[in-house]
């Protein structure tokens, strides 16, 4: 849940969720993905979250780096999310 002082995805931009086992013990791990609609070079950014973070706290990434970036993926890290 995005807490409410932060800024929502632009219009253009659309939020995805994936969910994928870990090949080595199928542990569940969660991704989430900003992209925009019609990308136009494809740039991306991978974020890795800190300490007692979830990739749910990136969301207003994609309002900030709007005009730098065409995709944004985080994934949770084990025990994180």
């Not at 632009?10 to 989430?32: G, I, R, Y």
């Not at 890795?48 to 970036?69: C, K, M, N, T």
């Amino acid at each position: 849940m995005r807490p409410a002082h932060f800024p929502g995805l632009p219009e253009h931009w659309v939020a995805e969720t994936d969910q994928f086992a870990s090949e080595k013990d199928s542990c569940a791990l969660f991704m989430n993905i900003w992209r925009k609609k019609n990308p136009k070079e494809g740039r991306s950014l991978f974020i890795i979250h800190g300490f007692g973070e979830h990739s749910g706290r990136y969301e207003h990434a994609p309002h900030y780096l709007d005009s730098s970036i065409d995709f944004i993926g985080a994934m949770d890290l084990r025990g994180h999310g």
